[in-house]
């Protein structure tokens, strides 16, 4: 029997932050790829270090549900889901490597695989997610994308990711301009028009949950509205451009497929499952170099 556990932050205060969480889990529930497919939270419950128990299969693979390596998926999750003996914590990112480990106490050998954020497939959800908000298949002429991270300067990782994707997308060809932007370093996406001529601006916030930094500070910061609780219009015109923004793209139904590459790498056995996903949610056609 193999398992997929799906470990995210959770939160005590939002009680949204987990919802993506769970329908990722039932879409691939959908697939039967898994015999179970389970959720652990840091600041919910299950948590990381109880989720174990709470399968019956002796193949586990561990998916973390973040957006770049770091603190919680280098240090915290290994440590309570009891591998971080057999994790190493120097490799590059993107690139992760899947790890096995073998908890003294529960009867499993343990699969973790890297955080969904860092996947090549991310790319793709970013564009499905894109096309999602503006209802439209064709996005190159006169259209601009945005990847918006959160970005910090204690933590280099923090923006790899969304610079990786930013160039992949770009390279694709499906917008006139790509640029990565990020909420506490240069470039900000306080100052997102700057960054385009395209008369369109579609903006995705590389984000897993709607929350306090998606909701409140990137409308506000980009001139959507002047306050995030009388809401904003979407396309709304800041300085003589139209901005799409999308939410955050860990809420998009394709991250499914991310989750499921993820555990394949790790040697789960998924048959079909990436195209069910795929079919399921309507997602776009895979990268040319996948």
């Known amino acids: 029997m193999q398992a997929l556990v799906i470990v995210a932050h959770g939160s005590h205060l939002n009680p949204d932050s987990s919802t993506p969480t769970y329908r990722h889990a039932d879409t691939v529930c959908e697939t039967d790829a898994f015999d179970e497919v389970v959720t652990g939270f840091w600041k919910e419950q299950p948590h990381f270090r109880e989720v174990l128990r709470t399968v019956e299969s002796d193949e586990v693979y561990v998916v973390p549900l973040f957006v770049s390596e770091g603190y919680f998926t280098e240090e915290v999750i290994p440590r309570e889901l009891r591998v971080d003996d057999d994790v190493g914590l120097d490799d590059p990112n993107p690139g992760w490597e899947p790890r096995s480990g073998t908890p003294d106490d529960v009867d499993k050998t343990v699969h973790y695989c890297g955080p969904v954020g860092t996947h090549d497939a991310m790319s793709d959800v970013i564009v499905q997610r894109a096309e999602s908000v503006?209802?439209?298949?064709?996005?190159?002429?006169?259209?601009?994308?945005?990847?918006?991270?959160?970005?910090?300067?204690?933590?280099?990782?923090?923006?790899?990711?969304?610079?990786?994707?930013?160039?992949?997308?770009?390279?694709?060809?499906?917008?006139?301009?790509?640029?990565?932007?990020?909420?506490?370093?240069?470039?900000?996406?306080?100052?997102?028009?700057?960054?385009?001529?395209?008369?369109?601006?579609?903006?995705?916030?590389?984000?897993?949950?709607?929350?306090?930094?998606?909701?409140?500070?990137?409308?506000?910061?980009?001139?959507?509205?002047?306050?995030?609780?009388?809401?904003?219009?979407?396309?709304?015109?800041?300085?003589?451009?139209?901005?799409?923004?999308?939410?955050?793209?860990?809420?998009?139904?394709?991250?499914?497929?991310?989750?499921?590459?993820?555990?394949?790498?790790?040697?789960?056995?998924?048959?079909?499952?990436?195209?069910?996903?795929?079919?399921?949610?309507?997602?776009?056609?895979?990268?040319?170099?996948?």
């Open 134 to 290: 503006t209802g439209d298949a064709d996005l190159s002429d006169g259209v601009g994308l945005a990847v918006v991270g959160h970005g910090t300067e204690r933590n280099e990782n923090s923006a790899k990711a969304i610079e990786y994707h930013a160039d992949r997308i770009s390279e694709r060809g499906e917008f006139d301009e790509v640029e990565a932007l990020f909420m506490d370093e240069e470039p900000e996406v306080d100052d997102v028009t700057d960054f385009f001529s395209s008369p369109d601006i579609v903006v995705v916030p590389l984000f897993i949950a709607d929350g306090y930094h998606t909701q409140e500070d990137i409308p506000e910061d980009m001139g959507l509205t002047d306050d995030y609780r009388t809401g904003w219009e979407t396309p709304a015109t800041v300085d003589g451009h139209r901005i799409w923004y999308s939410g955050a793209v860990g809420t998009e139904d394709l991250m499914a497929d991310v989750i499921l590459e993820r555990a394949a790498e790790a040697g789960a056995d998924i048959g079909d499952a990436v195209e069910t996903v795929r079919d399921l949610t309507g997602g776009t056609k895979p990268f040319a170099d996948d």
